[in-house]
């Protein structure tokens, strides 16, 4: 007579060709120590990758608790912490618990703030009286415009793909944004015409066919872009071009710029002695600079950011 076997009997036989380990209270517990190193593996990558949500909310407490102490009544609204990269106070860099502070009713005020060894900082001066955050909202504004005014449209259906921007003329060696002498003052309105610098519009065409002088079809590709702004009334007093030429022997385009030209140059009368006169600066190397002066403005205000940013607000 077949008698009944235990399951842990059971468990160590062969079942379909496979065998089954042993239920014994080792295996048991060896299976929970994998789980719980497992489980453990997990939570230490997320926390690596997003942080600890522990640390993140005491950050946005503390936060929250200085400027309702320090600054009560002044509609300041702190953000939910977020793990991510920051240059700190005593210039290092690296991950940390970072939290977002705007005040209500500004669009300009709003800046990075962190916790440390019982102190908070901010970035304040770097983001908000330096400019930088009004500098920013005026050219985002103008490049809005360009959308919805369509002017940025009618220039993309002249060759059918272009990058159109709009963005300020500068040649001041100094910092753009100072927070003791702002270029722009923080929630300052202006008008168009009342900017405090020169605006500017850079517009790369691509597929503009193989090359021919190049004068010339850059003095042509200014004109009609000076002429479809002005039609829509959206014009600037400096233009910057680039072309891609494609010829058959090269894969990769060739590219042409003219850079920073003034309104008043760019005339049928005047524009190819203009262009003639600037020699090598209109031709040689000319593509990779057309963005030049954007990416400078941001290196100088990305170094202000850090090397002057912050405030020190212990408590």
Request: some cysteine; hydrophobic content about 35%; proline content about 5%.
């Amino acid at each position: 007579m077949q008698t009944a076997k235990s399951i842990d009997e059971r468990a160590g036989e062969t079942h379909k060709g496979r065998t089954r380990v042993p239920r014994t209270k080792t295996t048991r517990a060896l299976a929970l120590l994998l789980a719980l190193i497992l489980l453990g593996g997990l939570v230490w990558w997320t926390w690596r990758k997003t942080g600890n949500p522990l640390i993140a909310w005491y950050t946005e407490q503390k936060i929250t608790a200085h400027y309702r102490a320090y600054h009560p009544g002044e509609g300041y609204v702190v953000g939910p912490a977020r793990y991510q990269w920051v240059v700190r106070a005593d210039k290092s860099a690296g991950m940390d618990y970072v939290c977002t502070v705007r005040k209500e009713a500004s669009e300009d005020v709003e800046f990075p703030a962190y916790f440390s060894d019982g102190a908070v900082f901010s970035q304040i001066d770097g983001a908000v009286r330096s400019g930088c955050n009004t500098y920013e909202r005026f050219k985002n504004l103008l490049n809005s415009e360009l959308e919805s005014g369509g002017t940025a449209a009618r220039l993309r259906a002249l060759t059918g793909e272009a990058e159109v921007h709009a963005g300020f003329y500068t040649t001041q060696e100094g910092p753009l944004f100072d927070p003791d002498a702002p270029v722009f003052r923080t929630d300052e309105e202006y008008d168009r015409a009342g900017l405090p610098l020169p605006i500017e519009l850079s517009v790369s065409f691509s597929a503009v066919g193989a090359p021919a002088p190049a004068d010339a079809k850059l003095a042509d590709y200014l004109l009609k872009t000076k002429a479809v702004c002005e039609e829509t009334g959206q014009p600037f007093a400096y233009y910057s071009v680039a072309l891609a030429f494609k010829p058959t022997e090269q894969k990769d385009p060739v590219w042409w710029a003219a850079e920073h030209i003034p309104s008043e140059e760019i005339t049928e009368e005047k524009i190819l002695d203009y262009l003639a006169a600037l020699d090598c600066g209109v031709k040689a190397n000319c593509g990779q600079s057309l963005n030049g002066r954007n990416e400078i403005i941001e290196e100088r205000k990305n170094a202000w950011l850090i090397s002057h940013g912050y405030e020190h607000c212990a408590h």
